[in-house]
């Protein structure tokens, strides 16, 4: 168990490593002096700023120094500085991290337990109206982009209902505190997390049908069955804990959409989390910002995947950790 | 093939596809021709509501521009992004997938690790930083889109090439002497096809969707209209105009279904075995 946590967990740091290279050359394949594009265009007017960058990063220096000194930076969390902003990027992102987090974990709940109840709903009532209707919404839902249907659940929400806040975090102003403030944010939080999660949860009911489906077939449910064990039995203990192994593994590799995902919800709704950070940068074409801001979201899906691989390990107990 | 098509319009899922691709090509195709109307030009007053005037259809937004014509324009942005640059991951990912699965041993080892790599980079974030870096344009926008959607061609392509590789008709070409190009190129990929194809038709979906996000986050190319840069604009006056942005994203999701939808036939039809699997 243990060398198989420390094999991953060395095996991302590689892997985040190759990406912080990448992030590296991606700034020189922007068109100009790295200095002047770093800078962005509001700091790029300002030579001192550009002469500062120039220093700092060695940019007359050989190429592979240049490298080994930004590795080094990142390494030690100096993410650089946004001119834009006039704060260093490793603590823009740092406040803005755990808004992104709330939001995320949360939309993964949804997404993970509304997806395998209505995909063991259709599954179980295979062939008949509810697994229609059930499959017809699952493929709509997988068909709208995100952005979309953030803006329709704002149309429907709030500006036709008046019934959920369609920005931001929790109400400006209002200065609640304690339980007050907790349904504040809860508030201002259903209809982001509902929108990241409604993709999601459309591949996890899809997914966990055909899986269950699958191993409805298998001649282990037949020898429950021939048991005399009752249906209900059969299909939680039996169908489910297997059918949901696939699923587990599609939720590691969905990790990268979700934070995406998030992007585009962070933006329409206001949420003030990495991925509103991300699009601002962008705005401004704050490169050190946005680049930054990538390099943390890998490092994000790295440590999901981990998770996940670790989860699926101790659901599946055929597999073993040495392996 | 006579075969295929059968099966194909059997499978009511591939033929509702089939109909709505066959309705957006059409209208990317002969639209612009049919509504001449630009898509940037003011045409009545701003937030004209629809169904009001016959000549502008839905509306127009808040410059006065024809949401109509920027739907049909939309289509060719869209289906032309979609179908380029999966065309361009197919052929990035088929021949690292092929080499790989071919050869074995340490090709294989580097090219997956590759492919690994590309696939744990966040695919949207890693688009955005792309195309900013790059400048907007659809070159830039395709070829981003295509850096994030190879990976699971090559690792597919890979799966089928290493099966195929141990079987006797292919051994057979090996001890005749035929080259290694000749073997993947006219033994192998042929057979390797299908889920291939299967795969293609649902990359073409999310490229789609990848494009109208791009252009919704104002990552559009500037001189071209598309769907996700009208959603992105009618944001601001939502509460005043919900026309701007409610069509354009039902356009959206109705060609993503269509391809969807394309896919599970193409799947029925071609894997005839998989066809009780979802995705």
Redesign the interface.
Known sequence: MLSFVAQRVLKGVIVLLAIVVLNFFLIRLAPGDPAVVMAGEAGASDQIFVKQLREKFGLDKPLPEQLFIYVKGVVTLDLGFSFRQQAPVAKLIGERLPATLLLTLTAFAISLMLGILFGTFAARFAGTFLDTAITIFALIFYAMPIFWVALMGILLFSVTTDWLPSFGYETVGANLTGLGHVVDVVKHLIMPAMTLGLFFMATYTRMTRASMLEVKRLDFVKTARAKGLSDAVIQRRHVLRNALLPVVTLAGVHSGTLIGGAVITETVFAWPGIGRLMYDALLQRDYNLLLGVFVICSAMVLIFNLITDLVYRLVDPRIEFAS | MKQFWKSMLKSPSGVIGLIILLLAISVAVFGPMLFPNSPWRMVQRPFLPPFTLSAVPLGTDALGRDVFAGMIFGARVSLLVGLVSTLVALLVGVPIGAMAGYFGGKVDDALMRFT??FQ???????A???V????PSIYSIVASIAVVSWPPVARLVRGEVLSLRTREYVQAAVVTGQSNTWIILREILPNALSPVIVLASLMV?TAI?LE??LS????GDPNLISW?YM??AG?TV??QA?WI??FP?VA???S??GL??IGEGLNDALNPRLS????
Not at chain 2, 120 to 126: D, E, M, N, Q, V
Not at chain 2, 216 to 219: D, I, P, T, Y
Not at chain 2, 276 to 279: A, D, K, P, S, T
Request: hydrophobic share 60%.
């Open positions: 690994e790599f744990t980079i966040p695919s949207f974030a890693l955005i930083v792309l900013a870096i790059l400048q979906a969707l109208s996000s919704f986050l104002g990552l996700g959603v992105g944001r939502i509460r919900w942005t409610v994203g959206i999701l109705i993503v279904l969807n939808l009780r699997e979802g995705r």
